[in-house]
């Protein structure tokens, strides 16, 4: 059976917040859908150890901001890529509303907004699907709504290569004072304008860091493993990825994830 046949189905992606005994929380998802006209009605699912789990299930009620082809990676970055467990996201963030029911709804990379009230919760072992009612809903503007395809290929910034530059052109360090030189080729009779060695005292960058300061390529500067969603590009920083791990952004389970 092959799982990626799941990620053919067409995806929008959506800001889902909520408001708790005066904190702020949001997160990425995927999951909002239509399911009936009459009344109007969506659904919700959220993994159960999501904070925004929590607080819909405390409170009954969420905000849903559809994400635009507007949106830049800094709104995956501040409501996707931290817990609200750890990080205040709405710290500093200006780009946001509240409507009629005291909750948070982004206004900058959205094209439109819903307050829902939940009627009915489903409990699905790891997540609970939530079933709203609409209570409010505002048009922010034309912009299409992104899809998730529309996010890794046009939102989401594609990794560097190790050893070049966003632009593409390498990079030449001197192993006796660390200077870069950036260049497709390393002019023979280059000397280092720093420690005046010569070309041949150049190497071509491999790992991205002076040799005192070298890090392990899949490493972060702690010397933690960095492992990435395969689907997404989400990097979780751990020396394991727990058995149980669920990718933040794409919902997908470790046999997903590899080592950088």
């Given at each position: 059976m092959d799982k990626k046949a799941m990620y053919k189905l067409s995806y929008g992606l959506f800001v889902v917040t909520a408001r708790q005994d005066g904190f702020d929380?949001?997160?990425?998802?995927?999951?909002?859908?239509?399911?009936?006209?009459?009344?109007?009605?969506?659904?919700?699912?959220?993994?159960?150890?999501?904070?925004?789990?929590?607080?819909?299930?405390?409170?009954?009620?969420?905000n849903v901001s559809v994400i635009s082809k507007a949106a830049d990676f800094a709104l995956f970055k501040r409501f996707g890529f931290q817990s609200g467990r750890d990080a205040d996201k709405f710290e500093g963030f200006g780009k946001c509303n509240r409507s009629s029911n005291d909750l948070y709804y982004v206004t900058e990379g959205t094209n439109a907004f819903m307050s829902a009230k939940v009627c009915q919760a489903i409990d699905l072992g790891t997540h609970t699907m939530f079933i709203a009612d609409?209570?409010?809903?505002?048009?922010?503007?034309?912009?299409?709504?992104?899809t998730y395809e529309y996010y890794l290929s046009n939102i989401k910034p594609r990794p560097a290569e190790v050893g070049k530059t966003p632009e593409g052109k390498t990079i030449w360090r001197c192993i006796i004072c660390g200077y870069e030189y950036i260049g497709d080729e390393l002019p023979e009779d280059f000397v280092c304008p720093i420690c005046k060695h010569p070309a041949s005292d150049f190497e071509k960058v491999t790992g991205g860091a002076a040799p005192e300061e070298a890090v392990p390529v899949g490493k972060t500067p702690e010397g933690k493993t960095i492992w990435r969603c395969t689907v997404c590009g989400y990097e979780y920083e751990g020396d394991e990825l727990p058995e149980d791990f669920e990718c933040p952004i794409c919902g997908v389970v470790p046999s997903e994830f590899e080592k950088v």
């Open positions: 929380n949001g997160c990425i998802t995927n999951t909002v859908g239509q399911v009936t006209t009459t009344p109007n009605r969506i659904s919700l699912t959220v993994n159960k150890d999501n904070l925004t789990h929590e607080m819909i299930q405390n409170t009954a009620k969420f609409i209570t409010d809903m505002e048009v922010l503007d034309d912009t299409p709504s992104s």
